[in-house]
């Protein structure tokens, strides 16, 4: 797979390096002469000196015949724009972009982006991971399908304790396909599969469902 990266910076490097070690394509195109040179130095002759918003520049990395095009400078608006060049102007397949602002997400979607990763919500859903009552870790989206894999942790005052899963209003298209416990094996839930305080349920929800489905499974 060809793989056009605009921007150098960490993210695009480390991006790059763990593209080249699975056999992938890779292009850089970044600003800096310095980071440039570097990335040559040290991964291969793969950098060009450019910005990733000049169609000259795209065309010169080959963005014609790229599979896929990332952009993770640190700037929102570059991103945008390298990713509707290479998706609109070069007729790449799929575009990534990377955002800092989480606001800018919906815009991004409306003009085309394909996929979208946020580094604030990478963070907090990192930190999420080690802080125990946290009440709901997004695992996945699945932007494509518009639905969420979220991790939904039952207390035991819950008003879903006790409950079989038919008797739950669930979000529509709302789905639990996994309940952890730590006195039994993980267990593939049925509609008469009854909830318990203290379990870790794995549910899939259509993006913005997530508070009605915390809301049903964890609600007083």
Same mark, same amino acid.
């Given at each position: 797979?060809?793989?056009v990266i605009i921007?150098?910076?960490?993210?695009?490097?480390?991006?790059s390096?763990a593209?080249?070690?699975?056999?992938?394509?890779?292009?850089?195109i970044?600003?800096?002469p310095i980071v440039?040179?570097?990335?040559?130095?040290?991964?291969?002759?793969?950098c060009?000196r450019?910005d990733?918003?000049?169609t000259?520049?795209?065309a010169?990395a080959g963005?014609?015949?790229?599979d896929?095009a990332?952009?993770?400078?640190? /700037?929102?608006e570059d991103?945008l724009?390298?990713?509707q060049?290479?998706?609109?102007?070069?007729?790449v397949?799929?575009?990534?972009?990377? +955002?800092?602002?989480p606001?800018?997400?919906?815009l991004?979607k409306k003009?085309?982006?394909? +996929?979208?990763?946020?580094?604030?919500?990478m963070i907090?859903?990192?930190?999420?991971?080690v802080v125990?009552t946290h009440?709901?870790?997004?695992?996945?989206?699945v932007r /494509?399908?518009?639905l969420?894999?979220?991790?939904?942790? +039952?207390?035991?005052e819950?008003?879903?304790?006790?409950k079989a899963?038919? /008797?739950?209003?669930?979000?529509?298209?709302?789905?639990?396909?996994?309940?952890?416990?730590?006195d039994?094996?993980?267990q593939i839930?049925?509609?008469?599969?009854?909830?318990e305080?203290?379990?870790? +349920?794995?549910?899939?929800?259509p993006?913005?469902?997530?508070d009605a489905?915390?809301?049903?499974?964890?609600g007083?």
């Amino acid at each position: 797979m060809y793989i056009v990266i605009i921007g150098g910076g960490r993210v695009g490097y480390y991006l790059s390096k763990a593209l080249l070690e699975e056999g992938h394509e890779i292009l850089i195109i970044e600003k800096n002469p310095i980071v440039c040179n570097t990335i040559n130095e040290e991964l291969g002759k793969i950098c060009i000196r450019g910005d990733g918003c000049e169609t000259t520049t795209l065309a010169e990395a080959g963005t014609e015949r790229a599979d896929m095009a990332v952009a993770v400078t640190s /700037d929102d608006e570059d991103n945008l724009i390298s990713c509707q060049l290479a998706k609109h102007k070069f007729h790449v397949p799929r575009t990534i972009a990377r +955002i800092r602002n989480p606001q800018n997400e919906i815009l991004f979607k409306k003009l085309g982006v394909d +996929i979208t990763i946020i580094t604030t919500n990478m963070i907090i859903e990192a930190i999420s991971q080690v802080v125990p009552t946290h009440p709901m870790t997004h695992l996945l989206t699945v932007r /494509d399908q518009g639905l969420e894999i979220v991790e939904v942790k +039952i207390p035991v005052e819950a008003g879903s304790v006790g409950k079989a899963i038919k /008797d739950l209003i669930l979000p529509p298209n709302t789905k639990l396909i996994l309940i952890i416990s730590e006195d039994r094996n993980p267990q593939i839930p049925t509609a008469e599969t009854t909830i318990e305080g203290g379990e870790q +349920i794995i549910a899939v929800t259509p993006e913005g469902s997530e508070d009605a489905l915390r809301t049903v499974l964890r609600g007083a």
